[in-house]
């Protein structure tokens, strides 16, 4: 890899931890409320009718109350990492939660608490996916069950991993 590559690379992953840490926390305590997708809501990354696939919902909830949702936690980072190009009016202080379904037991929980598995076996609508778990304990053992590569946390999650699971390289 060239020099300038690796200053990409290393710039993006900078500036992707930056988008993400400017997104500001919201109480952990507990599931999270979001509302749910209608029927006719899509995802702003992919285009997909986001309700037809519930166990795997993630949404944006922005103070004034919209509410961007997605078919997966991979669309969701996507979204996050370029939020000048999906909402370029609103700045990032302006998201009031960012939730996940959780794997198991299908409850919503805080993007920033989860747990994500890579690489697994299990698939979303979107092919492979960010698997969200509620504790470490569940992804160690999704990890196991599913041989999935590596458990990430919501700061670890920048575009070279998004990249990768697009193109099917789980390593």
């Known amino acids: 890899?060239?020099?300038?590559?690796?200053?990409?690379?290393?710039?993006?992953?900078?500036?992707?931890l930056m988008v993400l840490a400017a997104v500001p926390a919201v109480p952990r305590a507990g599931p999270v409320e979001t509302p749910a997708p209608g029927a006719r809501d899509t995802c702003p990354v992919c285009g997909m009718f986001v309700a037809r696939y519930p166990e795997w919902v993630a949404t944006v909830l922005w103070q004034d109350g919209h509410a961007a949702h997605f078919d997966g936690a991979?669309?969701?980072?996507?979204?996050?990492?370029?939020?000048r190009r999906y909402e370029p009016d609103r700045p990032?202080?302006?998201?009031?939660?960012?939730?996940?379904?959780?794997?198991?037991g299908l409850a919503r929980i805080d993007a920033r608490d989860a747990w994500y598995v890579v690489g697994s076996d299990v698939l979303g609508p979107m092919g492979h996916e960010l698997v969200p778990l509620a504790t470490r304990a569940d992804?160690?053992?999704?990890?196991?069950d599913h041989r999935g590569r590596r458990i990430l946390r919501f700061d670890e999650?920048?575009?070279?991993?998004?990249?990768?699971?697009?193109?099917?390289r789980l390593d």
């Not at 990032?92 to 794997?103: I, L, S």
């Not at 999650?157 to 099917?168: F, K, Q, Y």
């Open 74 to 83: 991979k669309d969701l980072f996507k979204y996050l990492l370029d939020l």
């Open 157 to 168: 999650v920048d575009r070279p991993w998004l990249e990768r699971l697009d193109a099917g």
């Open 139 to 144: 992804a160690e053992e999704f990890l196991r």
């Open 92 to 104: 990032p202080e302006g998201v009031r939660a960012v939730a996940v379904t959780e794997y198991y």
């Open 1 to 16: 890899m060239t020099s300038r590559r690796r200053w990409l690379r290393g710039g993006l992953g900078t500036l992707s």
